[in-house]
């Protein structure tokens, strides 16, 4: 009898922790649990579909919402960079061919210097394509980006215009929490050409947002506008997540806190970044408005806020969480974290099936609650970070470099 238990417990050991043939990945003899191997099959079968669609179109996925996109929209590099996690998935030449030509499709952005969100657009997308190939043509449209996005740089203030100065909102210098996702192309730029100016303006960037931005209990609202001459703090705003902007914790906003400080940290070495990526995740970890699951709702204190989850934010903790914890003391509760976030993600409540919810991969993923725009529904950006945090598990549980 001890020895029919002993066997049944083996083959189910063998079940949980083998990726099956189906996914044909590269990483096929690496341990991973089934639920990874299932929801990386899901996002090939989704992204496989809406590829399809990219190809006739010239166009990029963005939202049930809003469909497909041109390739100015802030989102467009999203879909081309999850094609980037599928080729590095697989080791597959088709996933390749169709990466590198949804990343095409972005080419001209590296002049479109309109807002900050150049950073999002060419950094998932020719990012990702020359850490896997290392094309020295995506070298060339790195920098030039990186460029681009420096053109909205004043010393004045010490930091990046987000967007336009707007007199209805009464913005003369608007800086929002996402930017700090954008350092990344700076400092991806700043590698590839030694040029100082482009580590200069990240640091001062990261700098004076981490000072000004966030308040005693590291939450920090979406925007802030500053003075365009003085550099001076003229006043918290919002555009995303709550409209109580002396408490108002943007759930997405919080988690590309996270994110920008985590990387900001890897890109610099400075412990400054790394301490307050640990202050802010342990504010999100401990936060009494975070649900069980971990899954935020659209903001985690304002009014109406338990209505609506975030998978976006979700998926963007999970992957920040996972960096991380390999920097940090805390990384076994970090790592713990994003793992219960990823299972959450994986079951059938946030994945979506194959062949439904309009070929993305993610549920319940809230682009402004407040505007009642992408309610609900599914988002790119909550889709890539998904599978990259996915990838990011896979190569902790087998011990390689995330980088
Ligand atoms: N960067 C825009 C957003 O997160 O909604």
Redo the contacts with the bound molecule.
């Keep these: 009898m001890k020895k029919y238990t002993i066997l049944i417990c083996l083959l189910f050991l063998l079940t949980c922790f083998h990726i099956p043939a189906e996914a044909g990945s590269k990483y096929d003899n690496l341990p991973a649990p089934q639920w990874v191997a299932h929801a990386m099959f899901v996002a090939m079968k989704q992204a496989e579909r809406m590829y399809a669609d990219v190809e006739d179109s010239a166009r990029l996925p963005r939202s049930i919402q809003k469909g497909l996109v041109s390739p100015a929209d ?1 989102t467009s590099g999203f879909f081309p960079g999850l094609l980037w996690y599928l080729y590095e998935y697989t080791g597959d030449g088709v996933w390749q061919e169709r990466a590198a030509y949804a990343t095409g499709l972005l080419k001209q952005e590296r002049f479109n210097a309109f807002d900050h ?1 150049i950073g999002f657009k060419m950094y998932c997308s020719y990012g990702n394509g020359l850490r896997l190939t290392g094309n020295r043509q995506y070298e060339q449209i790195i920098f030039r980006s990186a460029k681009t996005l420096t053109s909205r740089y004043s010393y004045k203030t010490g930091l990046i215009m987000s967007w336009e100065p707007n007199e209805a909102r009464d913005w003369q210098f608007p800086v929002i929490i ?1 930017n700090m996702m954008n350092l990344e192309l700076l400092m991806e730029a700043y590698k590839l050409s030694g040029d100082t100016t482009l580590n200069y303006i990240a640091r001062q960037h990261a700098d004076k947002t981490m000072k000004c931005q966030y308040r005693p209990d590291m939450s920090c609202p979406h925007v802030v506008d500053y003075d365009a001459e003085t550099g001076a703090v003229r006043k918290f705003d919002w555009n ?1 997540g709550s409209d109580d902007v002396t408490n108002s914790t943007w759930a ?1 906003g919080q988690s ?1 806190g996270l994110y920008g400080y985590t990387m900001m940290y890897r890109e610099t070495g400075d412990e400054d970044y790394l301490r307050h990526a640990e202050k802010i995740a342990e504010f999100l970890l401990n936060h009494p408005g975070l649900p069980q699951d971990l899954i935020p709702y659209w903001d985690y204190t304002g009014a109406d806020r338990s209505t609506m989850r975030d998978a976006s934010a979700a998926a963007l903790m999970a992957s920040a969480l996972l960096e991380l914890s390999t920097y940090s003391g805390q990384g076994k509760r970090y790592f713990a974290a994003a793992e219960k976030i990823l299972q959450t993600l994986s079951a059938p409540e946030y994945l979506a099936e194959p062949g439904t919810h309009h070929n993305f991969i993610l549920k319940h993923a809230t ?2 609650y407040l505007r009642h725009s992408e309610l609900d529904g599914a988002l790119s950006y909550a889709d890539y970070y998904y599978v990259e945090s996915l990838m990011r598990y896979i190569k902790l549980l087998n011990h390689q470099e995330l980088f």
């Design positions: 802030w969100d996402d995303n997405r590309w682009g402004n």
